[in-house]
């Protein structure tokens, strides 16, 4: 009995571990978007009022880990010129 419960542990791990890789997959996707967005803006062409929308975005990628930032650029292939 205790084996069979382990197992059922273990299961409802792994599909819990699964889903959040696949949210992670998601997330990743998104920010590397908006990190190739956010790179390729002149902020003196955005409409009035997306100032700080913008802001905000950069300000978040730019938290992010450098690891973390490549993955979400690597999810999209985008490639950011320096």
Partial sequence: ???SINQDEIN???SELEILM???HALLKV???AAGLIAE???HDLPTGTEEAA???ASSINTLPEE???DALNSV???IAG
């Fill in 68 to 70: 973390t930032l490549q």
């Fill in 77 to 79: 292939q985008a490639i």
């Fill in 22 to 24: 696949r949210e992670r």
């Fill in 55 to 57: 802001e905000l975005l």
């Fill in 1 to 3: 009995m205790q084996s």
């Fill in 41 to 43: 803006l002149d902020s």
């Fill in 31 to 33: 920010t590397g978007a």
């Fill in 12 to 14: 409802m791990l792994r």
